[in-house]
């Protein structure tokens, strides 16, 4: 690595539960690799004002900040932990909260986005223009934005909108699990275009991929290959497996909802455990069917079937994830999901039922309905028009495909 | 299909929980498909006298039925119910329990395989050379035998030794279920090698495959093809999807209890829903790994990642199995796997131990042990030589591998 003089600069869009949880992450990483990463991390944190609890652990010994509200970043800074998001959990000392966005981002080589995907256009609309030009994003958004005229990933989005490359990391992912260093898995989507040719030196005026108008990294970095995105995320306790499929990974975590409110149906009517594995089983396939049919050869069927992205995020999503649990209670009880959903998740919304009905209302416009019949039969009796019971005999169309 | 004039006979060989619930789905399709197939079903039954029982239903309204013991084979010829192994379940009439195991095979051309694997080589013995020569078997028996010689399919051993064509069918189908008509699916592996060409009339000296000396069915008969293994498995509660990977099929029911074990020791630890995908989808991958280290291009890696037999069958194991519950309780408890065993299983023995140390033994003697460290890992933790804690760490490897 001849040439190489600098250090990547990682910055953290994003510090909620999961983004926090990455965040720590990415610290732990950085201040392993002192060769490729600068050791300090920024993480932007949208400012409030947040009073100490009484069962805080640092109440008593910190009089002073227990006394009035703080500002969030301040109490982060103060006591490394994140008060208000991921309470009792303690952050490594180089993670910086900075209630900068602009600040946040500067000179950061490497963007790690981690927040709810309603704030991810005034996000990059802020910071249009004043990230780094060869910049590498990393979306840790779960799931895509589906509407009648295409399915558009997060990672595009911000990709585009910042003119730089953007892969995507999802898996099975409990945040409090991950944060609590408690096994898991996880799937990084990383495949910059090639780009032209660069030679250390020519960092003024970096070479870029003619097609995409993608910036090279100029040769005084590291390179950041699928090797560099391991040891940005990899931990004991956090396995990464890195693969080119954007797509797959992305799909993963949104059309896992579906299949989640399905498995609670039969759940919810007592069916028992062949019945409820039936169902996964036949969701793992639409989903690698809905990446084959809509994204090509791009997305790849092992992703779905054989990554932490897609058969392990689908195994817990239908083990005791919300959507699965609403589901569940919803036929158990013979009462309307939206009523469960009012019920039990204190004003929050499932994500599966708008997913069914934005991939129903997709699919329909794409004259591709019957080809996706238990995608289709939840979205119908999440709609009154078919019944959990009819399950077996609306699967039935696909079963009698393969022979 | 002229010149069928004959129809496929099928007899049943065990008639335990299992046995008697793949009696009553076949039973219920030959009455469908009369075109087909002959609608009576001979069923072995290992006779032996049953008092039933005052709980029965059936004790009221059948006095002389009830008032001394009575051979199993009588009961569930007069009560079309299996009172012993699947009380409870209503039986079609054209289903016939038969304690002669000769008379039962007796001109069968479709021989299905349901009993304990230990006692598959006497049952073969009995019946060697009393079969129909160009009969067709199907093993519903789970796993595999594995020595260190090598990895052996029961339906292999069953078909060698009848000189006879023998598939399988395996599931995540708890047979309970299954008897209640509960929603599953199932995966049959069926590929007779091609045979001569055969034309109607020269049953009287049936053509064969050359290589493997198999006798072809004689054109007076229904082909036998994966669509007649549909009419014959395939219900509206019981979804049936056929291949050709026989190995595979086979394989998946054997060591999905390895990783049922290792599901179970991190749930045991309390490590959430993460660490149990994970470990999933890592025992997936060394199903698919397996396959194709052991049996070539004749295991299919789709076999385990799309198929009821390994991706559904894994996750019900994972679920609720007793290879899951004992590991957990073990862990959970800090006491010792057998001692476990011996308190909940009533004398019964734990699959998952015992074919943690045979795939062990086998993968020691071809030097493999190394590339299978999930495998591995279970077989040292219950030998007390690694700790359940130690798998995150035994995994690196494996994670390692992608990129």
Not at 38 to 63: G, I, P, R
Request: charged share 25%.
């Amino acid at each position: 690595m001849s040439g190489v003089t600098k250090k990547h600069r990682v910055a953290i869009v994003g510090s909620g539960n999961w983004g926090t949880t990455i965040a720590k992450v990415v610290a732990e990483n950085t201040r392993e690799h002192p060769d490729e990463f600068e050791e300090e991390v920024q993480m932007w944190v949208f400012e409030e004002d947040v009073q100490l609890s009484k069962d805080s652990k640092h109440y008593k010994a910190n009089s002073a900040l227990a006394s009035k509200p703080q500002k969030l970043t301040h109490l982060i800074n103060e006591l490394h932990e994140n008060v208000k998001y991921l309470a009792g959990i303690s952050l490594p000392t180089n993670l910086i909260a900075n209630a900068d966005l602009l600040d946040t981002v500067k000179g950061a080589t490497i963007l790690v986005f981690n927040l709810p995907h309603q704030f991810i256009g005034k996000t990059c609309d802020d910071i249009e223009g004043h990230v780094v030009p060869f910049a590498r994003g990393i979306s840790c958004i779960k799931g895509v934005e589906v509407t009648d005229d295409g399915c558009h990933l997060f990672s595009d989005r911000i990709g585009e909108k910042l003119g730089i490359y953007c892969g995507a990391l999802s898996g099975a992912n409990i945040a409090n699990e991950v944060a609590l260093e408690k096994f898991s898995e996880t799937t990084i989507a990383y495949a910059p275009p090639a780009m032209d040719h660069h030679e250390p030196g020519e960092s003024s005026a970096p070479s870029s991929n003619s097609k995409s108008g993608l910036k090279a990294i100029p040769a005084e970095y590291p390179e950041l290959c699928h090797a560099s995105m391991k040891k940005l995320f990899h931990r004991p306790y956090f396995h990464v497996r890195v693969t080119d499929d954007v797509a797959g990974v992305s799909l993963g975590g949104a059309l896992k909802n579906i299949v989640a409110l399905a498995a609670g149906f039969v759940d919810g009517l007592g069916w028992g455990d062949n019945a409820k594995a039936a169902i996964m089983r036949v969701g793992i396939m639409e989903e690698v069917k809905f990446g084959k049919m809509f994204f090509g050869s791009s997305s790849k069927p092992e992703t779905f079937t054989e990554e932490s992205c897609g058969v392990a995020d689908l195994i817990t999503s239908c083990s005791g994830g919300r959507n699965f649990r609403c589901a569940k209670m919803s036929v158990a009880e013979r009462v309307d999901i939206h009523e469960i959903e009012r019920r039990e998740l204190n004003g929050q919304k499932l994500q599966g039922t708008s997913t069914a009905a934005e991939v129903n209302s997709f699919l329909k416009a794409n004259g591709k309905e019957g080809e996706f019949p238990l995608f289709t039969a939840v979205h119908y009796i999440l709609e009154g028009k078919a019944r959990p019971e009819d399950l077996p005999e609306l699967l039935e169309p696909t079963v009698h495909e393969k022979s």
